[in-house]
């Protein structure tokens, strides 16, 4: 399921007797007037490809719509509104994939970027992917982790009696894979739980404290 966010912005009319039409790059509520090409969007598009059972297309506030079922959200966004829904795009599940055109989320560093050969204006493409998350104390059966998680980086430590290792660490949705000295981890996070395999061989578990 894909879901495009735009910002509509309701515009008057100067003369009645003469529809008034927006300039690209004109000012708007949050951001300027820039829209994509009807060419990518219209409904007729949809039924021309037998597709209209399956796309919606909807005049919404987007701080106000509920996008939590999306798989992939497209946006083209100025950074503070970027940064403005950034709190909810992090509340998805795991996995869901946001591509940003030409704009980023700052410290929120993308996953890919990608630039458009041949292309003149707004030609980058940014990719996330919604991480788990694992921030906090983990008991494995012979130990302990616990994880600091900076959107889809982690650091922390593994704990097995007396000795304490750095972790260090990158999610991928629900993917989970880290370094704990010599250990190269890789695993699943599922909720309160994770397991997974290690590179030396063999199988680790982990579940969330507290659970």
Known sequence: MALSLSLITAIGFAQP??????????????????????ALVAK????????????????????????????VITMFLLPSINLKL?????????GT???SNSFDME??????TANAEGCSNWCTAYLWIVPAKVNGTWKLPNGELTLKQTFQMISGT?????VVTPVNGKLNGEEISFTAGEG?????????????SLKS???????????
Do not use: C, H
């Open 184 to 196: 190269q981890y890789n695993g699943r996070v599922n909720g309160n739980s994770m397991e997974g």
């Open 97 to 99: 994939r946001i591509v």
């Open 17 to 38: 007797a003469k529809q008034y039409e927006p300039q690209v790059g004109q000012e708007g509520k949050d951001v300027v007037w820039v829209p994509t090409p009807q």
């Open 44 to 71: 007729r598009n949809a039924a021309k490809e037998g597709v209209s059972d399956r796309a919606t297309f909807a005049k919404a506030d987007l701080f106000e719509s509920d996008f939590s079922q999306a798989q």
């Open 86 to 94: 950034r709190p909810k795009i992090l509340d998805l599940k795991p």
């Open 107 to 112: 410290e929120w560093k993308p996953d890919e």
């Open 201 to 211: 061989g063999g199988k680790w578990s982990a579940m969330r404290a507290g659970r």
């Open 158 to 162: 593994l704990k097995s009696g007396n």
